[in-house]
């Protein structure tokens, strides 16, 4: 609730860990007072600035939740405008605000702000997960003036944290490389984080970041924000240190190329931007943070999943039914619930045999599959296994019918040449023709066959020569593109709200909290090298739950399958190899390995993970998971050094099980008739406390570069 104190109104936005503090002075204007640990004490966040000796504020604005540009603001602007009579000052004054309470766990706060000499308004919005410690915020913009108001910039969320040294961890890649991380303390100015790709916006660089206070960020202390904006398009990111030494986080769609005319009376909705701080370090904020996605973000993220055999990296283009049927038959054999159809089927005049040609044609090409997608649906029914779709709606290749009935429906420049991506263009989805045209791919695929149980949906290419034949304004094509494809996702989840769909973009381009409303999980990498694989799903762990990664075992590295399939299961698993080549021996133990999968996937989806050992400083990593009641929990280890002495010589220490329990261990996914080398005490009886002060050792070493291990509670 706020409440009033003799220097003004207090605006406390508070989880059950955390609290940002607004406070409103005199002059109506409003500040960032506080932004850290939840005080049980309400008045002691008043106290917390008097305690601050640091440089004064001359223009007395350096800490407002959303500063403006062109009156007395002299950092980076969250917002800049030009309004209808060509004044370039906004200044925002405090006028009220108010608070919902949304559900038991969820409370919302709205601050309005006003100009006083323009009828330009702003609300900003605050929404406080509390159990999750996790906040969202953005901003509304109205304005009533004579004309458009030209919107310069108009960020979601304006941070203000008091401290003195931060330490960024950003990251940053490429195909086949996402998710390499970078930790820098941050110097005075400003360092921006952002991409200007358009579509598959996250290639170079994901809307995800972390900062600390005080020190580089640990797993399980010091002070840490997780951030990320939920905006599936360009972004940025500011981060300003400023000369108090206070750091400014400055979020939202990036304003690059993208100036917004805002029509009286219409508003504007920023995308979120989404944190959580942790005093506890980057385990509990990502735990906090998984937790939320689950709960509230990730389409059906408290449900369950489905395994699958995918023909990507088996066939590439190269099928035909009577292949694919024997996949179908792989599908079964494996024990897998779906298979997964590729790229590939479709095209005729332009027939899909490559990436050059068919893109946007999606008629099942009659020489792979005469009789069509439903002779494959109908032979997955008869044998009792699912079948799900590749789809890349959004993009078209020139070599297609769609280019040539519709070149207006192609984003690039009309008075240059095109230039390519993949070989292929963007379709211009501002466009709501474009719009009814992706919808009906997807809508036509489940019409035409109800039992489809699955969509894998690609996107792989950027946005060279943005210009809409459609747009009036083209400076608004990056922000109407990506509310385009919003739209479709709404349409499509209006109409088949269960489906899974995998989140892909030639990898890992495009994974964010905006999309995943949509989708069950997402594709983190072409990059399936189970070694690789365990840095890059370690890094995405730090904000994304393990539900909701695609891991797929194929023939990337040169690992034993075992390797491959341990670490394909710390997410969602899934197979892309040619089965018929596995040895005997192989095919038994991915067979096994699913089947133990079924029984730990409920953890895995479902529990709390702890990273236990790094690879990035170790010559092994573990990781495990929890479930909620502390009765069950997996550990995964594997060896990532091929030095002479590698392996796990000393205990590991377990973490989040309960000190009060005894657990049995069990190492699973052996190899048929291979024996385990774990040392058990008698009674195969430990304590939880014995667990995480002393620890176990999971005997990870160049013979057992992988370990998993299954504690069962027996009390
Ligand atoms: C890129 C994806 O990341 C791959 O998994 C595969 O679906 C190809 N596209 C197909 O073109």
């Known amino acids: 609730m706020s409440y009033t104190v003799a220097s003004g109104q207090v605006i406390p936005i508070e989880t059950k ?89 969820i409370v919302e706060t709205s601050v309005q702000l006003k100009d006083p000499v323009y009828d330009f308004k702003v609300t900003l919005i605050y929404r406080a997960y509390q159990t999750e410690n996790v906040v969202e915020q953005w901003a509304e913009i109205l304005q009533n003036e004579q004309g458009d108001v030209r919107l310069n910039k108009f960020a979601s969320a304006n941070l203000y944290w008091y401290g003195r040294d931060f330490w960024l961890k950003q990251y940053h890649g490429d195909w086949a490389r996402e998710m390499q991380p970078e930790v820098t303390k941050l110097s005075h100015g400003i360092k921006t984080l952002d991409t200007k790709l358009g579509t598959r916006a996250d290639l170079f660089q994901p809307p995800i970041f972390m900062v600390s206070n005080g020190k580089a960020p640990e797993e399980d202390q010091g002070e840490v924000m997780l951030g990320s904006i939920e905006w599936s398009g360009n972004y940025r990111i500011d981060l300003e240190l400023d000369n108090q030494n206070n750091l400014r986080v400055i979020a ?29 370090g980057t385990g509990k904020a990502s735990r906090d943070l998984q937790a939320w996605a689950r709960k509230y973000r990730i389409l059906d993220g408290q449900g369950s999943r489905l395994t699958l055999l995918n023909n990507w990296e088996t066939t590439n283009f190269n099928f035909n039914e009577e292949k694919l049927k024997a996949i179908l038959g792989d599908t079964k054999k494996l024990g897998v619930d779906l298979f997964l159809l590729d790229d590939g089927w479709f095209g005729n005049k332009y027939p899909r045999n490559d990436d050059h040609a068919g893109l946007g044609d999606w008629q099942a090409n009659k020489k792979k599959l005469p009789n069509g997608i439903q002779a494959v649906v109908k032979q997955a029914d008869q044998m009792g296994v699912k079948f799900g779709i590749w789809i890349e709606p959004e993009m078209v290749n020139p070599k297609s019918e769609l280019y040539e009935n519709h070149p207006d429906w192609v984003i690039k420049q009309p008075n240059r040449p095109e230039y390519y991506f993949r070989n292929q263009l963007v379709l211009d989805l501002s466009n709501p023709k474009v719009q009814d045209f992706v919808f009906g791919i997807v809508d036509s695929l489940f019409i035409k066959n109800p039992t489809l149980a699955y969509i894998k949906w690609d996107c792989n290419a950027v946005i060279y020569n943005a210009y809409s034949a459609h ?86 590295g040169s690992q034993p399958i075992k390797y491959k399939v341990d670490v394909a299961m710390m997410g969602k698993l899934g197979f892309d190899i040619p089965v018929s080549k596995l040895k005997p021996e192989e095919l038994t133990f991915c067979k096994d390995a699913v089947k133990q999968y079924d029984q730990l996937s409920d953890v895995i989806w479902h529990g709390d993970q702890y990273r236990l050992v790094s690879p990035w400083n170790h010559d092994f990593a573990s990781i495990m998971y929890v479930n909620t009641d502390k009765s069950k929990a997996v550990m995964f280890s594997y060896l990532v050094s091929n030095r002479y002495d590698a392996g796990s010589e000393l205990p590991v220490k377990l973490k989040g099980l309960d000190a009060h329990k005894h657990y049995k261990i069990e190492e699973v996914n052996l190899y048929k008739g291979a024996k385990s080398k774990i040392k058990l005490n008698k009674e195969n009886s430990y304590s939880g406390s014995f667990l995480m002060e002393v620890g176990f050792n999971p005997v990870v070493n160049a013979g057992r570069s992988s370990v998993v291990l299954v504690l069962t509670a027996t009390d």
């Open 252 to 280: 939202g769609m990036n304003n690059f190329a993208d100036a917004y005319e805002l029509a009286p009376g219409k508003l504007f909705k920023t995308p979120r931007f989404l944190y959580t701080l942790s005093q506890k």
């Open 471 to 556: 747009l009036k304004n083209q400076s608004e094509l990056y922000v109407e593109y990506v509310r385009g494809l919003y739209k479709v996702l709404e349409r499509i989840r209006a109409k088949y709200p269960k489906v899974p769909m995998m989140l892909c973009s030639g990898g890992g381009g495009r994974v964010d909290y905006a999309a995943l409303k949509y989708f069950t999980e997402f594709w983190p990498s072409d990059n399936t090298d189970p070694l690789e694989r365990i840095y890059l799903q370690w890094e995405y762990s730090y904000f994304y739950p393990a539900i909701a990664s695609a891991n797929h075992v194929t023939n990337w």
């Open 17 to 105: 860990n955390s609290a940002m503090v607004l406070t409103v002075d005199k002059g109506h204007l409003l500040h960032v007072s506080y932004f850290g640990k939840k005080l049980e004490d309400k008045n002691d966040y008043i106290q917390f600035k008097q305690q601050l000796q640091q440089a004064g504020d001359p223009s007395g604005v350096s800490n407002a939740p959303y500063s403006t540009a062109g009156s007395r603001n002299l950092f980076e602007p969250a917002i800049s405008v030009i309004h209808a009579d060509g004044n370039t000052s906004l200044a925002l004054q405090y006028v009220s605000s108010s608070i919902k309470k949304v559900s038991d766990d």
